[in-house]
């Protein structure tokens, strides 16, 4: 998401001023099978059983897959892909690839080695932060927020090539916000909700991770005067048990919504969102003023848990472990519209003052051989 959103920023009025020619590379899922495998591996615990996750993520910081050229199968393809576009700079979004990759990288071009910079959107440095994210021999590392920073610090990273970038999202989360005009208008046309009446926004992860059906049924249960705006993803399994869920149950107004690219639309509407706590939804929550609740069902794993502690730290998001503790903190954000004030309150407290045309115009800078130390 990260990756794309900075090539999506490239192609906005704004991005195109500071000329950059950007190719995405999956670098995991495309170098080798034997990663791709592994992604597979992680994205089923993820839908299935989260608490595994403590037992993969531990065996990946131990092994550290990536963390020489020589460990990375298929690394002489990724080589081929780099020496062919002769980039100026490879941009990290991920934290396995920040080591082997970066190396494989200038090694495909040794005549103009390109600059290594680490673009990281985790929120904290505590459990759950991996060692990964930070390579000591990268010529910049760039965290989302001061947390972040401080962490790249912990882990060896010289001072004078962190900076603090805020976070990396779609162009439209940075557009003007709608008018409540506007934001009316949308909500009766593309929903026929009532925009005076409480609006959930139940997200799922990009592996179609969920329990869609569970909360809704606790919504049922406790009779909770609300509208629902379900995000199915490209599942249309997933939505067809949404649509049928809606059928049997006419008195709760519920849309199910395929894969979309309006979610900053989706979040400006509704008066909060439900989602795993990833650092991706969480960001973009913060960037659009969402109050979040977020789904502990079967367990959170530790990339998870950075996000946690961070929002609770800060104030702008509560987490819930089943069904019953959703339908209670909903309940409350609808009788006492206080709290949600003081969580939107709270987002703007932590919104960062720089935007991803930051990020770009710090990366432009970094052309091969130009030492950034004490830059700003």
Known sequence: MRANAFKAWTTSEAGRKIDLEVKVHQALEDTTPVFRFGVAIYNHIQRTL???????????EWLGVTSKAWKIPGGRRFQDLVHEFQPDVVLSTHDHLNHGFFDLARAACPDTPPSCITYCGELEGSYGFSRWWVNPAADLFIGAVEETCRAAERHGMDPRRIWRGGFLLYPPFYAERLSPDERSEVIRREWDFDPNQFILLIGTGANAANNHIKLLRAIVV???????????????TTRQRIEQFSSEHPDLPIRAIGYTTEMAKLMQCSNAVVARPGTGTTSEAIQSGCPILFNGIG??????????????????????????????????????????????????????????????????????????????
Not at 222 to 236: H, I, N
């Open 50 to 60: 989260p608490y595994l996750q403590y037992i993969y993520y531990q065996a990946l």
């Open 222 to 236: 406790d009779r909770l005067q609300v509208q629902v705006l379900v995000l199915c993803g490209k599942s249309a």
């Open 299 to 376: 367990g959170i794993m530790p990339q998870e848990v950075i996000t946690v502690k961070y929002c609770q730290k800060h104030s702008v998001g509560n987490v819930f472990r089943n069904p019953k503790g959703f339908a209670q903190q909903l309940k409350s954000l609808i009788e006492v519209p206080i709290s949600a004030d003081g969580m939107d309150q709270a987002q703007i407290q932590i919104r960062p003052d720089r935007s991803p045309t930051d990020i770009l115009a710090k990366v432009a800078s970094l052309k091969p051989g130009r030492d950034i130390l004490h830059s700003t």
